[in-house]
């Protein structure tokens, strides 16, 4: 069989990868900001959680994770008397953007703590409020030295949606599989899965540069 027929049912899966990778990439960075923040905050309870939970999930198997949402999750709702089913792209996206936020937790609070001291002075000298101070003065200064990081982490996601492919999403990685058990070809469809989700990967990467590129002109415009 030609290897263009293989094309049809693999656009399809990486049109699943794709925007489960765009979901899965902003929310983690949302929870990158709340891990983040979380940890370097004043009050124990939320430091405590954001600890925790930036503990659990940058020390489990992402697959492990992935299984437990989708798997275990709802048998401890039915002992609960709660309905926790999760729909595969619910479970999918969630697994993926708990475990890259984990991640960009530590790249959000770096980047915090990196700011220069005499920035916070000077928030002191006018009278800024913390808050003030963290969303004008910090993190306005911070963002720009984190998009190397999370670039990283935006590429490494795309590459670990291959495994919601075990839960029975349509993904890339499971039209691949079987299209390979239909046709018995392993070199010919891993080969297209291959530079499918390098094409991908490549694309990512440019539009995140892109992103860093104008977050550092709007910087040096504020300087």
């Known amino acids: 069989m030609d290897w263009l027929s293989y094309l049809d049912p693999l656009m399809v899966g990486a049109g699943v990868t794709a925007r489960l990778a765009l979901y899965s990439t902003i ?6 900001f709340l891990f983040g923040i979380g940890r370097l905050s004043s009050l124990r309870p939320c430091r405590w959680a954001s600890i925790a939970m930036i503990e659990i999930f940058r020390g489990t198997s992402l697959l492990v994770q992935l299984f437990w949402l989708f798997f275990a999750l709802p048998v401890l709702g039915q002992a609960l008397g709660i309905d926790l089913r999760l729909p595969p792209v619910v479970a999918g996206t969630l697994a993926l953007s708990l475990n890259i936020g984990a991640y960009g937790a530590e790249v959000v609070r770096g980047a915090i703590q990196a700011v220069p001291g005499n920035q916070y002075e000077a928030a002191q000298a006018l009278d ?22 999370f670039c990283n982490l935006a590429v490494q996601n795309l590459k670990d949606t291959a495994l919601v492919s075990l839960i029975g999403l349509g993904d890339l990685a499971f039209q691949a599989e079987r299209v390979r058990n239909f046709t018995q070809d392993s070199v010919g469809v891993y080969t297209l899965l291959l530079l499918m989700y390098f094409g991908m990967a490549l694309v990512l990467a440019a539009a995140m540069r892109l992103l860093e590129s104008r977050l550092g002109r709007w910087r040096a415009r504020r300087s």
Not at 134 to 147: D, K, S, T
């Open 128 to 149: 800024f409020t913390p808050r003030q101070t963290l969303w004008r003065i910090a993190i306005p200064q911070a963002v720009p030295e984190m998009m190397p990081s």
């Open 27 to 32: 929310l983690g960075a949302l929870f990158s």
